[in-house]
């Protein structure tokens, strides 16, 4: 069997080898926003496409995590499975309220 590698244009073997780091590299951006709840956003990717875990208080914070997950280098599209929570304590997103009075 011949030992040589192969070929560094192997689209597949390369995007295959850089996926950890795609899950890394989103996840120390989410980090490093500034904003401490992107902190517990979990990443998994798979050949350039990153889903989005997690729960966040806001509409707001989950675009940007979206959108910081976009910029990470080799991300293709995010699928952004994030929910959005009002944190305890704290009144219930509107559209909630008028599905409970609904019922």
Known sequence: MNAQA????????????HLPAIDCNAKEQLGQSGYLALRDVTCV???GVVTLH???????LKQVAQ??????EGVRH???RIEVLAPAGRA????QTLAARSV
């Open 92 to 95: 219930p997103l509107a559209r």
């Open 78 to 80: 995010v699928v952004n």
């Open 6 to 17: 192969l070929p560094s244009t192997d689209r597949k073997t390369s995007s295959s080898a």
């Open 54 to 60: 997690g729960r966040l208080p806001s509409y707001y």
């Open 45 to 47: 990717a798979s050949d």
């Open 67 to 72: 959108e910081i997950t976009l910029g990470v």
